[in-house]
């Protein structure tokens, strides 16, 4: 018997739609994948102790790679398969992994019945393969939102106020949405050997969905930093405010000017804590998860002041007694691989000339709102961090601008839910196309052909234009214009109609599948005037559920009027709450224009309410 048992657990057929590929069409039509994946575990103990966290949760594994599937799309079949080994081997109970991916709709010419690529990969084989080269476009604009997780700091002015500060102006960028902000952090600086000692820093990180390219979101953050007063002169100088992309969705990337994930927040307390609150999940690529990476740095001081705090950072309510606030703790000097230096913990003498005392309670004066003393875990190392506000009546609350952030989430998944459908419906269309143009063409060959052999002279039947074929389309990362373009087109010759009116789903199905032909003519395709928007400036019609209902609608009015009337009467932002009535029924859904210039149209403009 040897000494380490490895069991097997097996999870056969994780299934999602995902948008790897080379090719254009397989980049913006999406399809199948399914994953088996084998991890070996000793689960010994877990047996013994009936305890989940010994073993491997593999639920959360299964979770973890849907999301791979569904998330940033690659070329290949061998990195979906490579990052998902790597996901996988994150879990620290996975001792190795063997992972099958099917790709049963690839575009091959033949018939065939699946495809599959199975690796295996332990942590040994992992090491061996780190040097990763980075094949990542930085410029590539995403054909779905991305999540993007930044790291913010600052230790000059009123750093917290500056933060605040940051988050919404950030939220209000076109092409970002802050979905989740972690609490406010103090930390001590994190410095070189030769530095003079610094103000504390305050600390926060953010999850935003972005449908900005990786290079036009960093330099969002660069602008943003600069309008705070940045200027950067010396390597981890005291600075006004600090944006980090910590991760783009899974992309890697060795690119100097944008390295993902970010080379060294893993071993930072003031990323790993903060990122922890908001993401218990999160993982720093193949380095893996924030949760363990952050029981390693517990010598580094960090210190959670409050849950919830952006507004009243931006009130100005923690300015008092910051700036110069030095921390009494000694640095620790960050052993990065790329400064090579000796670890050496170089004592500061405190500075403190102003204490750092004001923390008001949040809310306490407006809103009623106390912190439960009993639920302030103290701010160590070792996971979520949570200190929850209850009002005097015991329901627990949130602070406005949270709340806010909740219902955009919620505002997206809906969009997200309407995106998928239509992207489903341009793979029916994309087909429906390919078999109305071979059957016209072989109409047409065998019309030719009969008045041929009845002697008669050869017709010029008009038979539709090609899409491009697969291969002949470059291989690029951002193919949406150029099918968008080659699909207008072929809109275009087929003689379109009801080329302005807005249509519905249900138009759109009869337009797809009701193919109209004539005796003597190739058939004629009717293409939905909405489906494509390839110049930024039109707008794209998008209904979204609301509280409206039929009955709201007075007799005779338009949909335009009935959603104009919904705006002024509802919440502007609706969280759907039933989501598989929307592809089926308009009953209850507000119509918008949506003017964003987004290639995709994929991230909708979600009303503000602080607006
Ligand atoms: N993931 C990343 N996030 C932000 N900047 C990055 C990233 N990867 C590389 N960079 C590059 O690093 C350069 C220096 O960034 P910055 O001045 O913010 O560094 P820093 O915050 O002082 O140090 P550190 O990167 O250790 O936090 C930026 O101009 C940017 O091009
Ligand atoms: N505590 C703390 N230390 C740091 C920080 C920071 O944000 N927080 N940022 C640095 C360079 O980005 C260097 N050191």
Redesign the pocket.
């Known amino acids: 018997m040897t000494e380490s048992v490895f069991d097997v657990i097996n999870i056969e057929g994780i299934t999602a739609r995902g948008l790897h590929g080379v090719y254009p069409l397989e980049r913006r039509a999406g399809q199948e994948f399914k994953v088996d994946i084998k991890m070996t575990v000793d689960t010994r103990t877990a047996a013994v102790t009936d305890d989940l966290s010994y073993t491997v949760d593999y639920s959360q594994v299964a979770v973890e790679v849907a999301k791979i599937l569904e998330g940033t799309p690659v070329n290949l079949l061998e990195t979906l398969a490579d990052t998902i080994a790597r996901r996988v081997l994150s879990f620290p109970q996975v001792h190795a992994v063997e992972v099958q991916v099917h790709k049963p709709e690839a575009p091959l010419n033949v018939a065939f019945s699946d495809l599959t690529l199975s690796i295996f990969r332990d942590r040994s084989s992992l090491s061996e393969v780190t040097p990763v080269v980075a094949v990542a476009d930085l410029t590539a604009v995403p054909v779905r939102p991305v999540t993007a997780t930044v790291a913010l ?1 600052a230790n000059l002015g009123d750093a917290p106020a500056t933060l605040a500060q940051a988050i919404v102006s950030l939220d209000e960028c076109p092409g970002v949405n802050v979905t989740a902000v972690s609490g406010l952090f103090r930390t001590a600086p994190i410095l070189l050997p030769e530095q003079a000692p610094q103000p504390d820093y305050f600390n926060a990180v953010i999850e935003a969905e972005t449908v900005l390219s990786p290079l036009a979101l ?1 330099d969002t ?2 602008e943003l ?1 600069a309008s705070a007063g940045r200027v ?1 002169k010396e ?3 005291a ?1 006004p405010l ?5 991760t783009y969705g899974d992309l890697h990337s060795d690119d ?9 927040a893993h071993e930072r307390a003031f990323v790993l804590q903060p990122w922890l609150q908001i993401n218990p999940q999160a993982c720093v690529g193949a380095r893996g998860r924030v949760e363990v990476l952050v029981q390693q740095v517990q010598d580094q001081s960090v210190e959670l002041l409050a849950e919830l705090w952006v507004e009243d950072a931006l009130a100005g309510h923690f300015s008092e007694g910051v700036v110069s606030a030095v921390s009494a703790v000694p640095e620790v000097v960050e052993a ?1 691989p790329a400064v090579s230096v000796e670890p050496v913990v170089s004592v500061v003498e405190p500075v403190v000339e102003t204490q750092f005392v004001h923390v008001p309670e949040p809310f306490t004066a407006e809103t009623g709102v106390e912190p439960v003393a009993s639920e302030v875990e103290p701010a160590v190392a070792t996971g979520s961090i949570r200190q929850t506000y209850r009002l005097a009546n015991a329901e627990e609350t949130e602070s406005p601008i949270f709340a806010q952030f909740a219902a955009k989430r919620a505002a997206l998944q809906t969009e997200w839910i309407l995106t998928k459908h239509q992207i489903d419906r341009d793979w029916e269309m994309s087909q429906a196309l390919k078999a109305a143009e071979e059957k016209a063409a072989q109409e047409a060959t065998a019309a030719q052909e009969r008045r041929r052999v009845e002697g008669l002279p050869s017709l010029d039947i008009p038979v539709p234009t090609k899409l491009p074929p697969l291969q002949s389309v470059p291989v690029e990362m951002v193919e949406e214009a150029e099918v968008s373009s080659a699909l207008d087109t072929l809109a275009t010759e087929l003689q379109p109609v009801k080329q302005s009116e807005p249509e519905q789903y249900s138009d759109f199905e009869k337009i797809v599948f009701g193919i109209k032909t004539t005796q003597s003519e190739a058939p004629v395709l009717r293409m939905p005037s909405w489906k494509r928007v390839v110049t930024p400036v039109e707008p794209r019609i998008v209904d979204e559920p609301t509280a409206v209902t039929v009955s709201d609608k007075p007799a005779g009015t338009s949909t335009e009027q009935v959603s104009e009337s919904a705006e002024k009467t509802t919440s502007l932002v609706e969280p759907c709450t039933d989501t598989a009535q929307i592809p089926t029924t308009y009953q209850g859904l507000r119509r918008r224009q949506i003017l964003r210039p987004d290639p995709t149209g994929s991230i909708p403009v979600i009303p503000r309410n602080h607006e």
């Open positions: 700091g960093l953050l660069h930093e950067r390597k981890w100088e600075r600090d944006l980090d992309i910590l100097v000017r944008l390295v993902l994930p970010h080379p060294r990065s």
